[in-house]
């Protein structure tokens, strides 16, 4: 075997264990580098907390280092083994895996590493890799196809919120005025998020009744609205789900009449009789 | 060609691109609407923040003319090229269309332009007639359909909320009572419509162990009863996106009158007799 | 016509116009009476405001004895004219009629009216006649099958949440303790409902970090179980739609072995053949 | 009858009334204990009032000594009755049933009761023996199936919202700071799960406008993602209960192996082999 031959199949190798999920070393890749986004991204938050960033700041920049080193080498290693390095390099996860990388680099020229720690936490995204598990790519499509499906509907329930905020809003600025706090239109759009999405912080509360009657509209507004993306949502995936399990063809048996057989049926459930087959049976 | 038939002609292509957006000309000028619609929502929105307002107040007011006399041009085109103005002009969006306008000339004459403004702020209803794109148009006619079948029930939905809000309300006001918060019954009612809708703001919050336990099962039962609009929708829109698949159409049977035959009938189900056949059957 | 048959006429012209609706007495004393209680109910309400009370309160104190007298007369004419007048005083209705009366005639003896007050406003129940208007009927019943179908879940449900409630309530308890405002245990508990049912009041907060960590925990389970009602009762309307709906049969036409008629159809809708006949139609 | 039958007799009525529901003693014994365990709940809960545990102590110490006693005799008793003690010693439910006696007889030697009170309070976990009552069984089943079906769903879901509280967290960290509350990362993303759970306590809010513009954001964020495990949910549920009504049950076809039959099949539907026949065809 030549040594070019040998460095293919390594890189085969490499490849399906860095970028795919159903060979044992695969699996195991894809756990350990999970574990070690966790932890990354827990060091990161921690070292927020002025308390253990002062106490155990140089253990969690060393262990920032050693997270560093090792997504860069896996970052040089996807770009080694993949077929078109480029592609990779511009996709939404080529991003998300440099970004986990570069900016503990940048930090050793920036002082201000504030912007640069909260940039290093979107590595959290890179979690989202171990979804390419067998098992849960199926139910994930079912649950992104469904979100497809209902994107128009969806964008529908988003203006008439977005109207119903500002026209709630800019009411109650009317209504009860900077004197109790609304003391501007933003800012009372803001409240009216506050409001309708049910989440109520109470930073700002109307104190005039006109203001309190129109703020018990928003809320019942809010409370029923609910029903709308979730109603869309789950009417979508109920026919995303059927449309995956579906099976009952409507083949009627030549014997006993009896009609609706399962996809696969070959033959009839009652008599036993074989039934026509399918012209193209379906494949999923 | 004559004039009159040039200026026919003229209206017509108006007509077709104002009001319709099956042509390049109808969508480019529903977006070019949009963006401007949104864009001069923006500048009343900033307008109300003070600073904002003390420092670029003339470019606003400027901006704010420029936008109204696009606005007046546009609603003297729409009124030009109708068929019929008067029905333009007095349906829902002639006037939000008139609401647009009115109040920046109404300013003129009237110094307390605070009202005015917040009038203004309706022109954000415009953004709807975005919703006349052809694939919006199905979804929303999907969702309205959905809404108007469970009128009935959210009515009936609506009316056990308010029930449930004067007596819960009533009942903590005399639990509770004015040195709690609880000032009156249109206060309390005001706060269980908070509590019941799992809004809670805080600003009132029972003090009494009796007055929590209550408060209790007002939350217990905001939390649950929420099921029943998002049932009645969900149930509806599913059954009105099944309809929408299978294909109900509004043939009338010529002999027995039934109304309402599947896409795919060529013979009344009731009496046998042949319905007219459809222009173009539906292909999906 | 005798005297006594007289009476009986008019009793049963009585009872059709109180009882029933179908009829345009019984529709106009339906709508009258809708609008005696909200008006009244209103009454109570304004009363309770400190400052109405004492500018009005003569006025309202009148009114509130018009609307007495008159619902004293339909509580009369309701015994009168109905067949068994124990079982009607007895049900449910008839006491809520009662309690709509006596609190008036109590204050008569009872010098502190506060608690009366509030027993008065139970009228309102009154409200949920209005619902015997035949197509309300239809759709308060299916809403109540749905709920009365979800009984046995809807328990286990309340059971899961009361004993979560209690669990994390009692976990507060002993991280946060009474110097965070967790006093003891049932104060605790109360937080947990506050929490798990996402209203959020904001009046008892956690201080410390693992009491924060448990309410992240806590306000994701409120997040997420929501979806238990609501799929609960949503699964069961859908049901109970379909079963008052269906229609779709399985019979097979003779000719063209189309199969899944409608349960009124008479002749297959592709071909014109007639179908066999139905053994016993449901009834609707 | 010798005395080793009789014991065995014994035993056998003990463990049909302990651990079975299905005869009158077995009924009236789960009625007995679930009123015992909410009295001794209820005896915990209160005893952690202040007031109450100054002047009923003794009475609430002695009370939880007889709930003690009871509940030491019915684990004895149900170790004696059982066939394999072990097992359900470490089950589940026997951990719980140990664990309700186990912290009295520690608080003899420990002084410090407080946490063994809130460890006592665990055995509320006891109540859901009740449902092993056989109509409940069938629904919370149902609800179990359900929820296991939705599972990897679930997952995904929980996945994206903890990405989302980190990242949200993060950003508003960085914009607010530690001057409004938000200390570190940590209470940041606690403040993400009370904003984006719609709970909004309004301990930390936004101050600032590009603050208060994201949390905008993550409020509708919250408020429409809820969607997505109701939609789960509703959607398995309905399944679920789909599969129940049409009943397909798990008889192996004798030659082809395949498994999942419908409960009306006489021959298997892959291969056309006579069925067994099922005991007791479900009639409904």
Redesign the interface.
């Known amino acids: 075997m030549s040594t070019r031959t040998r460095i293919e199949t390594f890189r085969h190798t490499l490849y399906q264990t860095i970028y795919q999920a159903n060979t044992p070393a695969g699996k195991s890749f894809d756990i350990a580098l999970m574990i070690l986004i966790l932890i990354s ?1 827990l060091t ?3 070292d ?3 308390d253990i960033s002062r106490r155990y700041g140089e253990q969690l920049a060393t262990a920032e280092w050693v997270f560093t080193t090792l997504f860069t080498v896996e970052y040089i290693l996807r770009i080694f083994c993949i077929h078109r390095p480029i592609k990779y390099i511009i996709s939404f996860y080529g991003l998300i895996d440099l970004l986990a990388i570069v900016p503990s680099y940048l930090g050793i020229f920036i002082s201000d590493s ?2 640069l ?2 940039i290093r ?2 590595r ?2 890179r ?2 890799r171990v ?1 390419k598990l067998v ?2 790519i199926n ?2 499509n ?2 992104i196809n ?1 979100l497809m499906a209902s994107r ?8 008439t ?1 977005s ?1 119903l905020v ?2 709630f809003g ?2 109650m ?2 209504i009860e005025g900077p004197e109790h706090g609304f ?5 009372s ?2 409240w009216a ?11 700002i ?1 109307p104190q005039t ?1 006109l203001g ?2 129109i ?2 509209v928003v ?2 507004s ?3 609205i ?14 995303e ?1 059927k449309r995956q ?1 579906t099976g009952v063809d ?1 083949r ?1 048996c030549s014997k006993c ?1 009896k ?4 996809m ?11 039934l026509p087959r399918l012209a193209g049976k379906k494949s999923g």
Do not use: W
């Open positions: 991204v990161i938050i921690l927020s907390v002025a504030h912007y720690q909260v936490i979107l959290v995204l979690i989202f979804l098992r849960f139910q994930s079912l649950l469904a128009l509907k969806i964008t529908i329930f988003m203006f919120i109207t500002v026209i800019s009411a600025y009317l003391a501007n239109i933003p800012v759009i803001y998020v506050v409001t309708l999405t049910t989440v109520g912080f109470g930073d509360t009744d309190r009657a703020s018990a809320m019942i809010g409370y029923a609910i029903a709308v993306p979730t109603g869309i949502f789950t009417a979508e995936l109920s026919q789900m399990n409507e009627v009449r009609i609706g057989h399962e696969e049926a070959n033959y009839c459930r009652i008599c036993g009789t074989e």
